[in-house]
């Protein structure tokens, strides 16, 4: 049946198959309205059948069981009855991929090719994840995607079952979400006068503005669509580091004693920004206020606060930084990043979210807050707007695993909760093959045979620790995408192979994946990606139209470290 990702368990049922027809019903119970909704929407789309309602046990047809996780799925199929037994809605949308999948690449198109013979096979199907967070980081903050291609982002991965769209919204390069309290971060952090064209050794300018920010509204309806097909969108909001964009908004967010922030204005370079945040209160307070706005607009469980490289060199310079240190009784910058993380650690989890963040949030420590008092005022605040921190909630922050395997398997060994998304193994901006023909060379070959040999959990890891390894995430850093193609390339079809991993489980402990098998099940997705109008790297090489000859990229060479 070449299913990708590949199914707990698949029987093909020879002679028991279900032809599709004008007759054909489709029946689900208002728990599993979305997906009802979204499964006649797309095959009836496809198929140009009117799959109307009808009757239990007759039609596809789809049911709850709660004896079952709440992803996990059945899928039966006999003549004349299709039945999606799941354990939630997430499930029912699952299965509902799954059957889909069943009628063939045509059945993922958006308009009818044909509106006869259409048959689902004879099958009985199990299935559940592997992982309960499989993610796919879209990076809009340094090219910005518009609102539509989003939407279509979003149709890609829920067909590969992922449930995760980290959404990094802000960096030196650009502020993508519009905070209603600070008008300035998009009225001015949103664009940059010129892009750098491939890595700087290159010297090469595009000399275009660029921009755009979503509206509220616009990222309200992301959610919503998103939800609606069993994806949680998380929420990055960068800091202290990668801040350039919101500093060219609001100069005093910077460290003003040694740069003139004044004259900054949002980063024109790919890299690392110097200019980072300062550590007053006055700013933990803007930025309080901004994830107040976002907190109203994503309800996910988890809101990602980067971390990542934060250069400590204005910290060192500054003499209201060096004082704020003293004054915190802190050994170092490391240590001052620390409090800041730790402050927004408690801020969240004070109002029933959780910090995630890069590995690097571990260095000076990341510390567990205490729990809440009794009769302690909502938000851990006093009247006069004194911190009380003793009122704020425990922590249970996790920790992005980006720079390898070390930090999460520290995180993990800590009893902190881990997504494992090491840049050497899926970073999927890191070209695809060596030679000449590959578009903007950067970082590590990861070949789409190496993205399925990746195994998320280290052997290092004890049962217990293993545990806090919640899931795996591929990560699309956009320097060097500029528009929905640029994705489709970099992330097709290793976005196929990376789903496999996140939701497929292993044939047993220790063992390899099978990659020959995978292969064959290859041809047949390709020509569902086709259907879905994904403009993916083809297997032998890039189209002649996919290159970018002569632009200079930052290759790294010889193999990624071992883990």
Request: proline content about 7%; charged content about 25%.
């Amino acid at each position: 049946m070449d299913l990708i990702p590949a199914p707990s368990s698949a029987v093909r049922r020879p002679g028991e198959d279900f032809p599709l027809d004008a007759a054909t019903t489709l029946t689900a119970p208002p728990a599993l309205a979305d997906a009802e909704r979204w499964l006649r929407g797309a095959l009836g789309a496809a198929t140009g059948l009117p799959l109307g309602p009808g009757r239990a046990g007759e039609g596809i047809e789809l049911v709850l069981d709660g004896a079952l996780a709440a992803e996990a799925y059945r899928l039966t199929v006999r003549p004349g009855h299709a039945l999606i037994t799941a354990g939630g809605p997430a499930g029912a949308l699952w299965g509902a991929q799954t059957l889909r999948r069943l009628l063939g690449p045509d059945a993922h198109r958006r308009s009818a090719l044909r509106r006869d013979g259409w048959v689902l096979p004879g099958v009985d199907v199990e299935d559940a994840p592997r992982f309960g967070w499989r993610g796919v980081l879209l990076d809009v903050a340094r090219h910005f995607l518009p609102k539509a291609d989003v939407l279509r982002f979003v149709d890609l991965i829920a067909a590969h079952k992922l449930n995760v769209l980290h959404l990094h919204l802000t960096d030196d390069q650009g502020w993508r979400v519009e905070i209603r309290r600070y008008p300035r971060l998009t009225g001015r952090g949103a664009w940059r006068e010129r892009s750098m064209v491939g890595y700087r050794a290159g010297q090469r300018r595009d000399d275009r503005p660029h921009g755009g920010y979503y509206t509220q509204d616009d990222l309200r309806e992301i959610v919503a669509y998103a939800g609606e097909r069993g994806i949680t969108v998380v929420p990055e909001i960068d800091l202290p580091g990668h801040t350039q964009a919101a500093v060219a908004a609001y100069p005093e967010l910077g460290n003003t004693d040694v740069v003139d922030t004044s004259a900054l204005g949002v980063w024109t370079d790919w890299g690392v920004s110097p200019n980072v945040l300062n550590a007053s209160e006055e700013t933990l307070r803007f930025f309080e206020g901004v994830l107040e706005e976002v907190l109203e607009l994503f309800p996910s469980e988890f809101v990602h606060l980067g971390g990542d490289e934060c250069p400590k060199e204005q910290w060192k310079d500054s003499a209201a930084a060096q004082a704020r240190i003293r004054e915190l009784g802190l050994a170092n910058e490391d240590e001052l990043q620390s409090h800041l993380i730790r402050h927004f650690d408690r801020w969240l989890a004070a109002r029933g979210r959780r910090l995630i963040g890069w590995d690097e949030i571990l260095e000076g420590g990341l510390a567990i807050a205490t729990t809440p008092k009794e009769g302690a005022p909502e938000g851990g605040a006093s009247a006069s707007g004194t911190e009380r921190p003793e009122a704020w909630g425990r922590s249970r922050a996790a920790v992005s695993s980006w720079r390898g395997f070390g930090g999460g398997i520290a995180a993990a060994e800590a009893g902190h909760d881990v997504v494992m998304c090491p840049e050497q193994y899926v970073y999927f901006d890191h070209r695809q093959a060596d030679g000449p023909d590959e578009p903007i060379p950067v970082g590590f070959v990861r070949t789409l045979e190496d993205v399925y040999r990746f195994e998320p959990v280290p052997p290092q890891l004890d049962a217990a620790a293993a545990r806090h390894v919640i899931g795996t995430q591929a990560n699309l850093w956009s320097e060097f995408m500029h528009s929905a193609r640029d994705i489709d390339y970099r992330a097709f079809p290793r976005l196929a192979a990376f789903a496999e991993v996140a939701w497929s489980d292993l044939p047993r402990e220790g063992a390899e994946r099978d990659w020959a098998g995978f292969e064959r099940r290859l041809g047949e997705h390709l020509r569902v990606l086709d259907a879905l109008g994904v403009e993916y790297r083809p297997v032998d090489g890039p189209h002649p139209w996919q290159r970018w000859p002569g632009v200079v990229g930052r290759p790294i060479d010889g193999p990624p470290p071992v883990r």
